[in-house]
């Protein structure tokens, strides 16, 4: 890459994709346009790779004077999503090759590829919230990609939560930006809210704002429902890149190194909460696509826990960003690789089967943190700045973990073709397997500064992975006895949220209803009633005498009045 | 010479009103090219003022009309952001005006009504004072009346009716206003605020009464609103450009021409009135757009959207401090673009595919999908969904109000964008993935020269304001434009 | 050689000839328009004041014929009117018109008449010669009335003549108390005794009915809405302007000195009442030559309500110059107008004149700009007079007068919007019958002469207080302090 | 002092004069006798005018003048007046006639 | 003597003008107006305006008296009986009230003016430069002849607004016709009308002539002109002429556009309506036959009335 400037490279990085994205509005070209999606995301990857940290690039026309940097934590997650888009483009190139949709899917993926990469680059609140705006809104022609009612039921919830989301960051960087003293650099907007007097509303607008998309509990309702919904490429990069947008969001602007006691521990309570309940609700579903996205609520629950730890113990950023980014980077491609698995489970060949679900479990028992796997190394990792009781609690999800990922392997079709999947789909897959289950090994130094040591304390590791060999156990055993597992609707609190909704709804419609036919009596005035009495009065002053008199009285008044 | 600028800039859509009443129906074409003619010329000589204008030159033309009583026509900066705006618009909306009535009957009225229509609101932006902005302000309201009752059906009339009651008495109130406050300080010129102090607070609190009373009408304030959606009844050409540019903007440029220009941002705080007309912007934003979600018509959900977006400038005026001002006169701007956008759109389908209502939307998307895609953005872009204008517009009025210490205005502005989004996104719901209703074949948009026409220049206007969003910080870019207006000192 | 003289006695040069010629009214026409055009060019030229005395006989014996600011706007004023007016009524009384043969051969004697009259009674400073011209103008515009409804015309001129005999007795005393009856000796002379007060009282009372003020109006409207379009065009427009001329020489030059604040007020009052119940009565009106003809009961009322402003600050003089002659001519173009409107429409009611906009474009317009004028919207003569008042009403604190003129204009706005809505309306585009070009020619040219009026405040302005009498206010805007206690006390 | 009170005496009657014809202005309802009214009222106000002009010897000529224009004045509008009475009593008269034609048949 | 002789004459001034005005009988009221217009001109006569005495007797008496028997014959003829509705006691008190007052309030400004004869003396040093006696006629012909012009066209003016309203088919024909058509009384009037009209054109050209002099005038003299006419259309002995005879036309501008050429002659001199020096007499005499002649053919049509349909022109003397 020598010869190209590092900080060209970056810019290519977003504007590449929306350069794509133009090409797929042609009519002729759209449609082919989806086999182009692998090569979208090259220009990020060469950037998270080859352009030094520290890089940085204005973009002094755009938006409001913005730019966009790079730095390690950002590589990670550029690198990481990069790989995954990369990988996902290439099975949806096959995936979607002959879809009667390709050119809008093509479209839409390139949008939401160029948000991405522009939330991980931006070095401003404008061209962070573009970004992550792009990522939110673009992606709900993903989520409705095959137009069944239930996607567009899903889309409906995704979109309405998205624009809040959208609203909940608009007024919190308004307001950051404001505190900055007007500047809309994230990192002033960062240090500001690490100062003194800063409103916590704003944390919790961005808590808010960035916990939608990233999932967080109670906020998550969503996700269930519109993560399976996609096509299984978008599935992928939606529960594997996207929701990295929110927690990347929050690592950007969440002001570290400064204690906020209730903030942090609230954050704290919502994300562990998440990480729990979300894998148990993920356990109690049928749609193998559903169980996946039940646990990346769960495992960005997980995340978004330790930031709240974090928070509530003032610790320093350098101490938490490049951990978290080394588990987001695990978790994002491993998620993917899973769900690209679950597409591939109906077309994977039958006699090769076992080979398959061979990987699907080491996928799995890698995210569930199974010693000496790259998720152990980040699970690890993580329980640094988790503190005690995080850490234990880590330790002990790995029980409810297992568990879900657990009901996967059970959940995964078995339709059993007889010929080879396209080897485009199964490139992908297998790339992407063996990116998840090396890739934290392969960056854990440069992001980390120590080389791994999986192996290290390996006894003791064992003994602590217990909840996770319990979990084995149980699934084990409850296969075994053929018991079933308890059925809970998609999207948990979706549907009473709905029901309600509705109801609202029926009586606003009714309310407005009336309002509109008031509306229309009102502002349609009718023409005032007829006077019966002006001929009379015009009579009245027509008549001469009258007229005499008046010219009397008028004459005598000024008179008077002169007098 | 450079005197007589300002009034070349009158004299050119007059020169065109006049032609297009001349021409007869049998001549369309001419008048079809002449109105376009004329809209190019005065497109490059805007360019032309805007470049002198950059270079810190001002263009003056003064005339006593009555003793006392000068008519100022001055073109300066913030004079040509408005210029520009309805230039560059009439320019579009003539075009799509040509397409959407093809060989219609009446249209030497209409056009020429047009054209006088644009002098006026022209006439509004270069005013130099506030008599010369009235006389502007009211010839806009006549010139727009034949184009409200163009159709001449009942529903036409009576919308004409109720236009013209509320305008002319805002007008009468805003009249009396400026000789009030004129008789009590001298004349009002539209450059540095008169001395107020010699008068005593409750008159003043009294005329910006009057004075924002007056030009609330125009502005749609509420509860002066009420004509504005009953105005849809006009074609839409007419609602495009009346929405967009002509008169609810006459009616916010002219409160931000009192706030700024004849009281003084300063004075309008110290007389504790900023903060009630914030409020009441406030309202009119959110009443408009709650408004907006009740309806099914689509023209007035825009109509009603309206209301609540020229609030948006209204809300900025009135908070002191130049951010918010960056914000009220940059949204001037991009509401422009954008709501004429929108209003073309609903023309299109109404005119093509007979769609007037929320609920006929249907499939539009596939239909007429290069319009649904304008109409998309548009749509986006009043909802504030970045990186379309209406974004930039909302961060500066927020930042505004966190300036000016009202951080209860980031309320108001994301309550109006969830609203807005509660009212816009139903529609490209209906639009791009519900299947057509009826059995309209899908619109051949970009073949045939009357489709294009039509189609077109909603594009080119949904293009910009994605431009003016995206390229916010572009020299000449309305943003850029606007901030230059104001580090210049102007409406501090 | 002198104007004065000859633009009163051109026209009974061309009655004398009308009388003889029988067939050649249109050659003669068009010599006495180039005549009098010429006569009044010449009579703009003249220093205001220039004045002398027919025949060389002197005060206070002879009669001084007087060019002040007041006649040198109304003669030039008269002869537009006049000379528009005869373009259109050449069509409408020609030998080959449809109107009976006695009207065509008695109008053209008739209207030199009242032209004559009309230019005498401005020119002149004798209050005697003022009843004779009073009585030209009657006998001419009853007799005018007359062609339209013999009754109407009966109630006119007895009113009329009643409303002579007391002005004469007003004359009287004021002859045998001073020993003269001519206004410029009167201005050095008079006193405010009983004798005095009661003649100017009697002699405002007799011209009021003449000028057709509230509540001495009653004669008007049935005359004017009866009466053929030209012949409404020249009451409407000349002859109600004669009583209110010679009402302004005696309460502001003549007898000055009698006029106390009191008794102008009286005036203001009544005026005040005259706007609002004529506008009332317009509004009511089904038929719409009675709706223009109660507008003139209206407007009127705007030429007394300025009275007690006359005095004090600001350009009321200027204004109220300018009014009367506004109306003047925007008064004789709507009736013209609707004229043409009414012979092109199924009846004479309002609502007979659907379509007509696009039927009759140019009438239809020259409606519209008259009304705007009349309505004194911007830009437009009756704006430029409605704005100096106000202007000066609130500049002497008098919020009452002008709200009521502000509440005057709105009214207007309501009555005659009606009937171009009516215009605008329906579908059908109704077959008219072909009209003489200078039929449409003459109504639009006036109205157009209205607007452009607006155009040309300041000069006129400053002609219509080059002669003006001293009682006058003199233009130095007062201190400022002054004014603002003047509306504070107001305000308390 | 006679001619003063002569003066005086025909000025007073011209006065009460003017008020009688407004008098029967006001009260009487026919347009040929209001005319005749104005008519007295008119004959009054020429009355005051010469009544205030005689001098010690002779009354003044200017008023005398004035007089007479006014009364050719007052028969030239009298005519007039006169002739529409006529003429509108004639449209009634026809229209009469046509309401009883038009009953008959 | 003469101060009681007075009283009494305004008294009955005042006697007849109450008769005129409130008895029921319209007849009875013109017959008491047109006593009343005697009374009146005795009245200036006793004020020694002798002119205005002939004016009104002429004219405020004369003319305008056979104008309202006239107008009440014809309007008899129509089934007008000329009847008042009664108006209500009340009404007629407070109007009464109403005019009393008026007639204080005048009476009081009457009082506080002394008469005198204001302008006479300044009149008087004028009157020679004109070379005529009359001050009246200086005033009317002279100091105030633009006053004099408009007046003639006022009555010009009145001539074609009764014109104007002729019935349709009336235009351009005759006026209804005067004429008495008992053939009694028609040899007898007819007799008596025939010399009756050429005396009146000796007799106005005296009044003409003297007029300069001493009291009289064109307007006295035009009016005897006018009766005369009037006498002898009553009597058949001449027919009113059409409206649009020319000759007619001539007759009644000619003195109207006499006094406009010679005015507009003084132009020529420096100013409109001036004389030239040492024509003064001349022109004003010229002007005053040729006002005579117009003012008497034009009383005459006023008094006749409109032109009507032919077939009316019988009827109109029924």
Redesign the interface.
């Known amino acids: 890459m020598i010869g190209i400037e590092p900080a060209l490279l970056l810019s290519a990085a977003a504007f590449w994709p929306l350069a794509l994205a133009m090409l797929c509005v042609l009519p002729k070209l759209g449609p082919r346009m989806i086999t182009a999606l692998p090569l979208a995301p090259l220009p990020a990857l060469a950037a998270a790779i080859y352009a030094p940290s520290g890089t940085e690039f204005g973009l002094p026309w755009l938006l409001l004077d913005g730019g966009i940097r790079l730095d390690d934590t950002r590589a990670v997650f550029l690198g990481g999503a990069a790989i995954l888009w990369t990988l996902a483009g290439l099975y949806a190139a096959r995936y979607l090759q002959n879809d009667q949709r390709a050119a809008g899917f093509a479209l839409f993926w390139n949008l939401v590829l160029a948000g991405n990469v522009g939330v991980f680059i931006a070095a401003d609140a404008a061209t962070f919230y573009v970004s992550f705006a792009l990522v939110s809104l673009m992606a709900y022609p993903l989520v409705i990609h095959d137009r069944k009612p239930a996607s567009l039921r899903a889309g409906a919830v995704y979109i309405v939560l998205a624009v809040i989301g959208e609203v909940a960051l608009f007024a919190a960087f308004l307001m950051g930006s404001a505190a900055a003293g007007g500047s809309i650099l994230i990192a002033d907007i960062r240090d500001t809210l690490a100062g003194p007097g800063t409103d916590p509303l704003i944390l919790w607008l961005l808590i808010a704002g960035l916990g939608i998309k990233a999932g967080l509990m109670p906020l998550h309702i969503w996700l269930p429902v519109a993560h399976p919904a996609a096509p299984v490429p978008a599935s992928a990069v939606l529960s594997g890149a996207i929701v990295k947008a929110g927690i990347f969001g929050l690592l950007a602007f969440l002001p570290w190194g400064t204690t906020w006691p209730i903030s942090g521990t609230t954050l704290a309570l919502m994300g562990f909460a998440g990480l729990f309940i979300a894998a148990l609700l993920g356990a109690a579903q049928s749609n193998p696509k559903t169980v996946l996205a039940y646990s990346t609520v769960s495992q960005m629950g997980l995340i978004m826990g330790v930031c709240g730890v974090a928070l509530a113990t003032g610790l320093p950023a350098a101490a938490l960003l490049p951990i978290l980014a080394l588990y987001a980077l695990h978790h994002g491609l491993t998620k993917g690789a899973l769900f690209l698995g679950v597409g591939m489970a109906s077309v994977w060949l039958r006699n090769s089967r076992p080979f398959f679900l061979l990987l699907m479990g080491a996928l799995a028992l890698s995210l569930a943190g199974l010693p000496l796997t790259a998720g152990a190394l980040a699970k690890a990792a993580v329980k640094g700045p988790a503190g005690e009781i995080g850490a234990a609690l880590i330790g002990f999800s790995a029980l409810t973990s297992g568990l879900v990922l657990a009901r996967l392997m059970f959940t995964l079709p078995s339709a059993t073709p007889d010929k080879n999947p396209p080897p485009a789909m199964m490139f992908a897959f297998l790339a992407l397997v063996i990116a998840a289950l090396s890739a934290p090994f392969v960056v854990y130094g440069q992001i980390l500064g120590t080389d791994p040591d999986p192996t290290a304390d390996l006894a003791k590791k064992i003994v602590e992975a217990w909840p996770l060999g319990l979990a084995v156990i149980l699934a084990a055993a409850a296969a075994a006895v053929g018991m079933q597992a308890p059925r809970m609707p998609e999207g948990d609190l979706l549907e009473p949220l709905r029901r309600t909704a509705l109801l609202a709804m029926a009586a606003f419609h009714a309310m407005s209803d009336t309002k509109a036919s008031s509306d229309i009596s009102t502002e349609t005035d009718d023409a005032p009633p007829a006077?019966t009495n002006?001929e009379r009065?015009?009579a009245?002053?027509?008549?001469?005498a009258?007229?005499?008199v008046?010219?009397?009285l008028?004459?005598?008044?000024?008179?008077f009045?002169?007098? | 010479m450079t005197a007589f600028l300002p009034l070349a800039l009158l004299t050119l859509p007059l020169v065109a009103a006049l032609i297009s009443?001349a021409l007869p129906d049998t001549r369309a074409a001419w008048r079809d090219a002449t109105n376009i003619i004329f809209a190019l010329v005065k497109l490059v000589l805007v360019g032309f003022l805007l470049l002198q204008a950059q270079g810190g030159v001002d263009f003056e033309w003064r005339?006593?009309?009555?003793?006392?009583?000068d008519f100022v026509l001055r073109v300066d900066a913030i004079a040509l952001l408005f210029v520009t705006l309805s230039t560059f618009l009439w320019l579009i909306a003539t075009i799509y005006a040509i397409a959407y009535f093809e060989r219609g009957?009446?249209l030497?009225?209409f056009f020429g009504f047009f054209n006088l229509c644009v002098l006026s609101a022209t006439g509004v932006a270069i005013s130099g004072t506030a008599?010369t902005f009235?006389?502007?302000y009211?010839?806009l309201?006549?010139a727009t009346?034949?184009l409200v009752?163009?159709k001449?059906?009942?529903k036409?009339?009576t919308a004409?009716?109720v236009y013209?009651?509320y305008t002319?008495?805002g007008?009468?109130?805003f009249?009396?206003g400026i000789?009030?406050l004129?008789?009590?300080?001298?004349p009002l010129e539209f450059a540095a605020p008169p001395d107020l102090s010699?008068?005593?607070t409750?008159?003043l609190i009294?005329i910006f009464v009057l004075l924002i009373g007056g030009l609330g009408v125009k502005a749609a304030l509420l509860p002066f609103h009420g004509w504005l959606p009953q105005a849809m009844a006009a074609p839409a050409p007419v609602s495009a450009l009346l929405h967009a540019v002509a008169v609810v903007k006459a009616g916010a440029y002219g409160i931000l021409r009192v706030v700024h220009d004849i009281y003084g941002a300063g004075t309008v705080a110290d007389l504790g009135l900023g903060l009630p007309l914030a409020f009441l912007a406030s309202a009119t934003i959110l009443y408009g757009s709650l408004r907006a979600v009740m309806q099914n018509d689509i023209k007035k959900r825009l109509a009603y959207s309206t209301v609540s977006q020229v609030s948006y400038i209204v809300l900025g005026a009135s908070l002191a401090g130049p951010i918010a001002a960056v914000g009220a006169l940059v949204h001037l701007v991009h509401q422009g673009i954008m709501k004429i956008t929108l209003f073309m759109c609903a023309g299109a389908l109404a005119n093509r595919l007979h769609i007037k209502a929320v609920t006929e939307l249907d499939g539009a998307g596939r239909l007429m999908p290069v319009t649904m895609a304008s109409f998309t953005i548009g749509a986006l872009g009043m909802i504030g969904v970045p990186p379309v204008a209406g974004f930039i517009s909302k961060w500066y009025l927020g930042s505004g109000g966190l300036e000016a210490g009202d951080a209860w205005v980031i309320a108001v502005l994301a309550g109006s964008s969830l609203l807005n989004s509660a009212y816009f996104l139903p529609l490209l719901y209906r639009a791009w993935l519900l299947p057509p209703q009826g059995d309209h074949a899908p619109v051949a948009e970009l073949t045939g020269g009357w489709n294009r026409m039509l189609v077109l220049p909603a594009a080119v206007t949904a293009l910009a304001s994605l431009g003016a969003g995206l390229f916010a910080s572009f020299p000449f870019s309305p943003l850029e434009w606007v901030s230059l207006i104001v580090d210049a000192g102007y409406l501090r | 050689?002198?104007p004065l003289?000859?633009l009163?006695?051109a026209p009974?040069?061309f009655?004398?000839l009308s009388?003889?010629a029988?067939g050649w009214q249109r050659s003669l026409l068009a010599l006495a328009i180039a005549t009098m055009a010429a006569l009044s060019v010449w009579l703009m030229t003249l220093d205001p004041g220039t004045a002398?005395v027919?025949?060389?006989?002197e005060l206070?014996?002879?009669?001084l014929l007087r060019a002040d600011g007041l006649a040198q706007m109304l003669v030039p004023a008269v002869t537009l009117t006049a000379g528009l007016t005869g373009l259109y009524a050449l069509h409408q009384f020609a030998p080959e018109s449809h109107a009976?043969?006695?009207?065509t051969?008695?109008?053209w004697?008739?209207y030199y008449?009242m032209w004559?009259a009309a230019n005498?009674a401005f020119l002149t400073t004798?209050l005697?010669?003022l009843?004779?011209?009073l009585?030209?103008a009657?006998?001419?515009a009853?007799?005018?009335a007359?062609?339209g409804s013999?009754?109407a015309?009966?109630?006119y001129?007895?009113?009329a003549?009643?409303?002579?005999?007391?002005y004469?007795?007003g004359v009287?005393?004021i002859?045998?108390?001073y020993?003269t009856v001519d206004v410029t000796l009167l201005a050095g002379m008079a006193e405010?005794?009983?004798?005095t007060?009661?003649?100017?009282?009697?002699m405002?009372?007799?011209l009021?009915?003449k000028a057709a003020l509230f509540?001495?109006?009653?004669?008007l409207?049935?005359a004017h809405a009866a009466a053929p379009a030209p012949a409404s065009a020249l009451l409407s427009g000349l002859v109600v302007k004669i009583g209110f001329v010679i009402t302004v020489r005696l309460w502001f030059e003549g007898l000055a000195a009698?006029?106390?604040p009191?008794?102008l007020?009286?005036?203001g009052g009544?005026g005040a009442l005259a706007i609002l119940f004529g506008s009332l009565?317009a509004i009511?009106q089904e038929s719409l030559k009675a709706l223009v003809a109660y507008s003139t009961v209206a407007q009127i009322g705007y030429l007394f309500l300025a009275f007690p402003l006359i005095a004090g600050a600001?350009?009321a003089w200027?204004g109220l110059s300018f009014h009367a002659v506004a109306h003047m001519i925007a008064k004789a173009a709507m009736f013209l107008a609707a004229g043409l409107m009414l012979k092109a429409a199924a009846g004479p009611r309002i609502a007979d004149l659907a379509?007509l906009?696009?039927a009759m474009?140019l009438t239809v317009?020259a409606f519209?700009l008259a009304a705007?004028s009349l309505?004194g919207?911007?830009?437009s003569g009756g704006?430029?007079a409605k704005?100096?008042l106000?202007?000066a009403a609130?500049?002497q604190g008098q919020?009452i007068h002008?709200?009521v003129m502000?509440?005057g204009?709105?009214l207007a706005?309501?009555y005659l919007?009606r009937p171009l809505?009516?215009a605008?309306?329906?579908?059908e585009?109704p077959v008219v019958p072909p009209k003489a070009p200078s039929m449409v020619a003459a109504p639009l040219a006036l109205a157009l002469a209205a607007l452009l009026l607006?155009?040309a405040?300041?000069p006129l302005?400053?002609l219509a207080?080059g002669g003006a009498p001293a009682t006058v206010a003199p233009?130095p805007?007062p201190a400022?302090?002054d004014?603002?206690e003047t509306?504070?006390e107001d305000?308390q | 002092m006679e001619a003063l009170a002569t003066g005086h005496l025909f000025?007073l009657t011209g006065a009460v004069l003017?008020g009688l014809?407004?008098f029967g202005?006001i009260t009487l309802r026919h347009?040929l006798r209001?005319?005749l009214a104005?008519n007295v009222?008119?004959a009054g106000?020429f009355l005051?005018?010469g009544g205030?002009?005689r001098g010690a010897a002779t009354t003044d000529p200017?008023?005398q003048a004035?007089v007479i224009?006014?009364i050719v004045?007052a028969v030239?509008?009298t005519a007039?007046?006169a002739a529409?009475?006529l003429?509108?009593a004639e449209?009634d008269h026809a229209a009469k006639e046509d309401d009883e034609r038009g009953g008959k048949t | 003597m003469s101060l009681v002789f007075d009283l009494v004459l305004c008294l009955m001034i005042l006697g007849t003008a109450a008769a005129s005005l409130l008895m029921r009988s319209a007849l009875g009221g013109i017959v008491f107006f047109i006593a009343f217009g005697n009374l009146l001109g005795i009245a200036w006569l006793s004020l020694g305006a002798v002119n205005v005495a002939l004016a009104e007797i002429a004219i405020g008496a004369g003319v305008t008296g056979i104008l309202l028997i006239l107008a009440h014959a014809r309007l008899s003829a129509m089934g007008d009986p000329v009847e008042c509705e009664p108006t209500s006691p009340w009404m007629r008190a407070a109007v009464a009230v109403i005019c009393g007052g008026l007639i204080v309030?005048?009476s009081?400004?009457?009082l506080?003016?002394s008469?005198t004869d204001?302008?006479g003396a300044?009149?008087a040093t004028?009157m020679p430069a004109l070379g005529i006696e009359n001050p009246v006629t200086g005033?009317l012909l002279?100091?105030?002849?633009?006053?004099t012009?408009?007046?003639t066209?006022?009555l010009?003016?009145?001539l074609?607004?009764v014109?104007?309203?002729?019935p349709?088919g009336?235009?351009?024909q005759r006026p209804a016709s005067l004429a008495i058509a008992t053939p009694v009384s028609l040899t007898v009037i007819g007799t008596f009308s025939r010399v009756l009209l050429p005396a009146s054109l000796v007799m106005a050209a005296y009044l003409v002539w003297t007029g300069s002099d001493l009291p009289g005038g064109a307007f006295q003299g035009g009016t005897v002109l006018a009766g005369g006419i009037l006498v002898a259309a009553l009597g058949g002995a001449i027919a009113l002429p059409r409206?649009?005879d020319?000759r007619l036309?001539?007759v009644?501008?000619l003195g109207?556009?006499m006094f406009?050429g010679i005015?507009?002659g003084?132009?020529a001199l420096?100013?409109?309506?001036?004389?030239p020096v040492g024509l003064e007499k001349a022109l004003i005499v010229a002007i005053e036959y040729a006002l005579a002649l117009s003012i008497g053919a034009t009383l005459a049509l006023l008094v006749a009335g409109k032109?009507v349909p032919p077939a009316a022109v019988q009827e109109g003397g029924d």
């Open positions: 006077l002006i009065i015009q009245a002053f027509a008549d001469r009258a007229t005499a008046a010219f009397a008028i004459s005598g008044g000024l008179f009045a002169l007098i | 009443f005339y006593e009309f009555l003793p006392g009583h009957p009446n030497a009225r008599i009235f006389s502007f009211e010839l309201t006549l009346w034949p009752v163009h001449g059906d009942e036409s009339l004409g009716r013209l009651t002319l008495a007008s009468a109130a009249l009396a000789l009030w004129k008789a009590l300080v001298g010699p008068v005593p409750l008159t009294l | 050689m002198s003289d000859l009163v006695v009974l040069v009655m004398v009388l003889l029988g002398h027919v025949g060389g006989w206070p014996l002879g009669v009976s043969n006695a009207q051969a008695a109008f004697p008739l008449l004559s005498a004798d005697f010669n009843y004779v011209t009585e030209m009657s006998i001419a009853v007799a005018m007359a062609m013999v009754r015309a009966l109630r001129l007895l009113i003549l009643l409303g002579s005999i007391f004469l007795l009287a005393l002859l045998s108390r020993g405010a005794d009983f004798a007060a009661l003649a100017l009282a009697l405002t009372g007799g009021l009915v509540p001495l109006h009653g004669w409207p049935p009698a006029a106390t009191a008794g007020h009286v005036l009544i009565q009511r600001g350009h200027a379509g906009a696009r474009p317009t519209g705007v309505m919207l911007p830009p704006f430029s704005f100096l106000v202007d609130l500049r919020a002008a709200a502000l509440i204009g709105l706005a309501v919007f809505a009516v605008f309306s329906g579908s585009t607006g155009f405040g300041g302005a400053d207080t233009e805007l400022l302090e004014t603002v509306a504070s305000e | 000025a003017v014809g407004l202005f347009a209001q005319l104005v009222s008119g106000v005051m005018l205030l002009g200017f008023p004035l224009t006014g004045v030239a509008l007039f007046g529409l009475i003429r509108q449209e | 309030l005048l009081v400004a009457v506080s003016i008469p204001r302008m300044q009149i004028l005033v002279a100091f105030r002849a633009y006053d012009l408009l007046e066209f006022v010009l003016g009145a074609v607004a014109w104007a309203i002729a349709p009336g235009w351009p409206a649009d020319m036309r001539s009644l501008v109207p556009a406009l005015g507009l003084g132009i420096g100013r409109f309506l001036s004389y032109p």
